[in-house]
């Protein structure tokens, strides 16, 4: 019995760990406004397209990385090639991201191989950059504002306009079956 006590402990600690660590992400849109607001008015964005998913193209990833010019940024893989988005697309981009009912409460861990950016945003002013990160394929996204981040899901409305939006402008992700 007394060799199972440590076992059990290490099991509660873990258990007790990972679900705190879920909680601080879990139905939080507490920094929204944070990037919102800054949607709103940025001057300059950038358009990025994301490499192959990292658990289901891990060949296909690892061979984009090492031939094309690719850059890691917040822990995910981009192009460096920025895709030339047409201003009408922008201003659609603009209003989905500054749009509070864009964005739903982070409701956890899909089934869907883990986050992958497929597009990343990139907004910028004089001052600042603000990176957004959108995945189709769990209908999430996330962002990053200095040492903010938001990790939300997308509204089915949201979801739906900004695959509408995107899924036109890749180019340089192989298309794998």
């Not at 705190?20 to 358009?47: C, V």
């Not at 996330?142 to 979801?159: F, I, P, Q, T």
Request: charged share 30%.
């Amino acid at each position: 019995m007394k060799r199972l006590i440590p076992l059990i402990l290490t099991v509660l600690c873990v258990a007790g760990c990972r679900s705190n660590a879920q909680e601080r992400h879990l139905g939080s849109l507490a920094e929204l406004p944070i990037f919102t607001q800054f949607a709103r008015g940025f001057e300059l964005l950038e358009l990025l397209e994301g490499l192959p998913h990292q658990a289901f193209e891990k060949e296909a990833l690892k061979k984009e990385i090492n031939e094309k010019d690719a850059m890691k940024l917040n822990g995910y893989w981009f192009y460096e090639e920025l895709l030339e988005i047409q201003a009408k697309d922008e201003e659609e981009l603009r209003s989905i991201l500054s749009d509070n009912s864009s964005y739903a409460p982070y409701s956890g861990i899909k089934r869907c191989g883990g986050f992958h950016p497929d597009y990343g945003v990139k907004l910028l002013n004089k001052s600042e950059a603000v990176y957004f990160y959108i995945c189709f394929g769990c209908g999430e996204i996330k962002a990053y504002r200095g040492k903010k981040e938001l990790h939300a899901d997308l509204s089915n409305v949201s979801s739906k306009r900004l695959k509408e939006l995107l899924k036109p402008y890749g180019q340089n992700r192989p298309n794998i079956n």
